[in-house]
């Protein structure tokens, strides 16, 4: 038996080639990852409980702006046959999603005062905010589902009502329901630099 040196050489050069792309790619990866920490640092993580207040004061051009307070109220757990018969009068987009019975929707209950010498659109203030969970990583957009005007007025305070689908299964798959809603779900005002949460116990609709 010969030895095939032409073949070990080839062999060398491929392993040689390998570690060279990794070893660029991990130089790649490292100065991305400094670099996005260096225009991103950590954020501030500020948390609103039931009975609390949080201020909150938008500034987007052409979209809102505003001066308010928020505290979350409550937030109720309904089957896709509940929400039906209670909130049937509207045009829940959430609603279309799916057909599966077993779907749950989350209804969030805040309060909003108006601190400033404007008028402010419910509307445009909510269409931002994003529901959000630990638990499983589950987030989704919001929709206002409250009666009634959309406008608060310098110095009043009004209460809105806020559904959105979600998803309870993790990649455990035991028991998911009843441990999701033991665990807390945010409303997000803001992300970043500053994440401002809005924090929920979960009720089920009896």
């Known amino acids: 038996m010969f030895y095939n040196d032409k073949k070990t050489?080839?062999?060398?050069?491929?392993?040689?080639?390998?570690?060279?792309?990794a070893g660029i790619a991990l130089i790649?990866?490292?100065?991305?990852?400094?670099?996005?920490?260096?225009?991103?640092?950590?954020?501030?993580i500020i948390v609103c409980h039931s009975g609390e207040w949080i201020d909150y004061s938008p500034n987007i051009d052409g979209v809102i702006n505003a001066d308010v307070s928020i505290s979350p109220v409550s937030c109720t757990m309904y089957t896709k046959d509940d929400l039906q018969k209670?909130?049937?009068?509207?045009?829940?987009?959430?609603?279309?999603?799916?057909?599966?019975?077993?779907?749950?929707?989350?209804?969030?209950?805040?309060?909003?005062?108006?601190?400033?010498?404007?008028?402010v659109n419910a509307n445009r203030l909510t269409s931002y905010y994003l529901y959000s969970t630990p638990y499983n990583g589950d987030y989704n957009a919001l929709e206002r589902i409250t009666d009634g005007t959309t406008d608060i007025n310098p110095g009043?305070?009004?209460?809105?009502?806020?559904?959105?689908?979600?998803?309870e299964k993790d990649a455990?798959?035991?028991?998911?329901?009843?441990?999701y809603v033991k665990s807390d779900v945010y409303i997000l005002l803001t992300q970043y630099p500053m994440?401002?949460?809005?924090?929920?116990?979960?009720?089920?609709?009896?």
Not at 100 to 117: H, T
Not at 174 to 179: K, L, S
Request: with cysteine.
């Open 28 to 44: 790649i990866w490292i100065a991305f990852t400094i670099r996005v920490n260096a225009a991103f640092p950590n954020k501030e």
């Open 9 to 21: 050489v080839k062999e060398r050069n491929r392993t040689v080639l390998i570690w060279l792309v």
């Open 86 to 119: 209670k909130y049937g009068d509207y045009n829940l987009c959430f609603l279309s999603d799916s057909l599966n019975p077993e779907i749950r929707y989350l209804v969030f209950e805040i309060n909003i005062r108006n601190n400033g010498k404007e008028p």
């Open 156 to 167: 009043e305070t009004k209460t809105f009502e806020l559904c959105t689908l979600i998803r």
């Open 195 to 206: 994440e401002r949460r809005l924090v929920f116990s979960i009720s089920e609709q009896e």
């Open 172 to 179: 455990v798959m035991i028991n998911c329901h009843e441990r």
